[in-house]
């Protein structure tokens, strides 16, 4: 067997293992790339990029106003066109050949650890200083009574669905299954979300709660505490039986109820690599239990998001190209649910904050109605939580419209643990939705500066011997 010999080999071709292979090879090393399915992934083919197409289609879908079945059957396929034609817009950045034209050797076969320090992939065995798995997640398909024998949806298929569904139900009130739900409903279907605990539960209840009596307020039925124990039907009459024996019917049914890290193909005990059912074992330098090994992004069981898959390659660049101690904070990193109103969040929830920080947590909100700009464009549903603890945010909840571009600079103080005053002396233009970051952090000066005898005090004294 042809044996290569590289500094760094990449498993996965995705947000994380492009990121790692493109900062390598061009900061000098050799590096191998293997992908067994898809270049780009998850994010790029099954994940981010269809899903926020399908919700802008929809979005536009939603102000063109409701249509009849014949003419909404005709917008589904205009949608899935676009979703097609965005993935392909950014299919080149991702490609094998941009990858080859960078200098990096791609191995398209799934790969397979067959020592230590060796795999093996499309009839080659790939020795490496070092190696980087970045093989990602798929879909959980519980084991449900009846789901092995009815057709049904995931991430992976409901993308090329080829006709518009009549009634989908949705298991899984997460971000999936709630941005699906909704790109599905402002297109013409029915929905209705099956949750087993509390839909968006991750988030701060008070934020999800505006975004589910959104949703409701569209049309999509949603139904928490409602775990599914049976499945039944097939594609045009499916039977969903939930704890307590209701049953719920609808045409179409996805599977949106969590992932699981792709490791069934690595024979990762060959390497010594020690996993649990959340992910491959490592610690904040990313380094699995053989040192030579590292693991980023959702294979890695630390969030699942492809800016933390980024932010990993970030550190692996740093410690495994350039040789210098890197490790992965966590308190930083933000996420979106592109819904409408969108949820973001950044830091620890007020919950977690209180948890962690007891009584030095202060909680600064600001309600969206009291933004200018937000009065004027009618987007007066939402808020934001700011968490401080010394002077400092540490972390932050919007609901609103474009949450998640708001939260961007709140990202940036908490990622350089700035103080609020640089957010509170930063000028913004008016009127501008951002001005509720800023507005947050004025509101922990305020009360020191106009409740405040002692200000009052100097005030007066300054004020009489001022000429
Ligand atoms: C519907 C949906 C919407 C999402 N929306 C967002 C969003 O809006 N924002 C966000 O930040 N995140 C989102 N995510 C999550 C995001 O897609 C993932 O966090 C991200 O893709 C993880 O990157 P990764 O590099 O870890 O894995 P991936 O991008 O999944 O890449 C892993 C790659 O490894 C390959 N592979 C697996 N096993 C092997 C093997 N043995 N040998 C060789 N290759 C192998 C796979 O084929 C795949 O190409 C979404 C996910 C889904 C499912
Ligand atoms: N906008 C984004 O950034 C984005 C979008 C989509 C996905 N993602 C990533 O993908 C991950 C997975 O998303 P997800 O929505 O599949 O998973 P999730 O784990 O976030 O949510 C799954 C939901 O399914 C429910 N559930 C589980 N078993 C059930 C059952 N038998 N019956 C009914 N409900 C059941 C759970 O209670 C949970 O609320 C996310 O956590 C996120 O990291 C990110």
Redesign the pocket.
């Known amino acids: 067997m042809n044996v290569i010999e590289t500094d760094i080999c990449v498993i996965g071709a995705g947000s994380g293992g492009l990121s790692v292979a493109a900062g390598a090879v061009q900061m000098g090393a050799r590096v191998v790339l293997i992908e067994g399915h898809k270049m780009g992934g998850d994010c790029l083919n099954y994940?981010?990029v269809p899903?926020k197409a399908l919700l802008s289609a929809a979005r536009a879908a939603k102000a063109a106003g409701p249509v009849e079945a014949e003419a909404a059957r005709t917008r589904y396929a205009a949608a899935q066109a676009h979703v097609r034609a965005t993935i392909a817009a950014i299919e080149p950045h991702d490609s094998q050949e941009r990858f080859e034209g960078l200098g990096v050797q791609v191995i398209r076969d799934y790969a397979r650890f067959t020592g230590p320090d060796s795999v093996e992939a499309g009839g080659q065995t790939i020795r490496a200083r070092r190696f980087v798995v970045a093989t990602g997640?798929s879909?959980?398909v519980?084991d449900?009574s009846g789901l092995d024998r009815v057709p049904h949806l995931t991430n992976e298929t409901l993308f090329d669905m080829p006709d518009l569904p009549g009634h989908l139900l949705v298991?899984?009130?997460?971000?999936?299954?709630?941005?699906m739900a909704l790109a599905h409903r402002r297109l013409g279907a029915q929905v209705t979300v099956?949750?087993?605990?509390?839909?968006?539960?991750?988030e701060d209840a008070q934020a999800a709660a505006v975004v589910l009596a959104q949703l409701r307020a569209e049309g999509i039925e949603i139904i928490e505490g409602?775990?599914?124990?049976r499945v039944s039907g097939r594609t045009g009459a499916i039977e969903v039986q939930?704890t307590g024996g209701t049953v719920f019917h609808g045409t179409h049914l996805l599977v949106?109820?969590?992932?699981r890290p792709s490791i069934d193909r690595l024979d990762l005990k060959a390497a010594g690599i020690r996993h649990t059912a959340d992910g491959i074992t490592v610690g904040d330098d990313l380094r699995s239990t053989n040192r030579r090994v590292y693991a980023i992004g959702d294979v890695a069981g630390r969030?699942?998001?492809?800016h933390l898959a980024g932010y990993h390659a970030g550190i692996i660049i740093r410690a495994a190209v350039l040789g210098l101690p890197a490790k992965a904070r966590a308190d930083h990193i933000p996420?979106?649910?592109?819904t409408d109103p969108e949820l973001a969040q950044v830091g620890p929830t007020e919950a977690e904050a209180r948890r962690k920080f007891g009584a030095r947590l202060q909680v600064l909100r600001v309600d969206m109605a009291q933004i200018d700009r937000a009065q004027a464009e009618g987007w007066t549903e939402g808020f934001l939580k700011l968490m401080v603890v010394s002077g400092r945010p540490i972390g932050a909840t919007i609901v609103g419209a474009q949450a998640g571009e708001l939260i961007a600079p709140l990202c940036l103080a908490i990622s350089a643990r700035m103080k609020l005053s640089a957010l509170a002396g930063t000028v913004l233009p008016y009127p501008t939705l951002a001005e509720i970051g800023k507005r947050g952090a004025g509101a922990y000066f305020s009360p020191k500066l106009f409740d405040n005898p002692f200000v009052k005090r100097m005030v007066r004294l300054v004020q009489r011997v001022m000429p």
């Not at 969030?303 to 492809?306: A, E, L, P, R, V």
């Open positions: 994940g981010c899903s997640s879909p959980v519980p449900i298991m899984g009130g997460g971000p999936i299954g709630l941005e099956i949750e087993g605990a509390q839909a968006l539960g991750r409602a775990q599914v124990e939930v949106a109820v969590g992932r969030g699942q998001f492809t996420r979106v649910t592109y």
